[in-house]
């Protein structure tokens, strides 16, 4: 069984930093695109950026310069590095895994930017 988990959501600070982590079981990352959306109260989910698995990175322009997807292989762990958080960045996150048709997504973690 598939099943990926998000971990890491805090309540920050405005210009704070966070680091979101998603870990999988069942399916090995390296054989999937992965992304991160988020969704705030009363909003559609949306994409934050996406890790492929052969090209760069791209992120939504919102999040461009301040947001980082990585992967570590070893650990088959995808990162989200969030930095300079905005009030707007505040939303559950998730990540999912996508090949072919086979799409997973997580449960989600929550994030809260608030002085």
């Known amino acids: 069984q598939v099943q990926l988990v998000e971990s890491g959501g805090d309540l920050v600070q405005p210009g704070g930093s966070l680091r979101l982590s998603c870990a999988a079981s069942?399916?090995?990352?390296?054989?999937?695109?992965v992304g991160w959306f988020r969704q705030a109260p009363g909003n559609q989910r949306e994409l934050v950026g996406h890790?492929?698995?052969?090209?760069?990175?791209h992120y939504a322009d919102s999040v461009k310069g301040r947001f980082t997807i990585s992967r570590d292989v070893t650990k088959n762990m995808v990162y989200l590095q969030m930095n300079t958080l905005k009030l707007e960045d505040t939303a559950v996150y998730y990540c999912?895994?996508?090949?072919?048709?086979?799409?997973?997504w997580g449960q989600g973690t929550q994030v809260t930017v608030s002085s």
């Open positions: 999912r895994a996508q090949s072919g048709i086979n799409t997973y």
């Open positions: 069942g399916i090995t990352f390296g054989h999937y695109n």
């Open positions: 890790s492929f698995r052969v090209a760069n990175a």
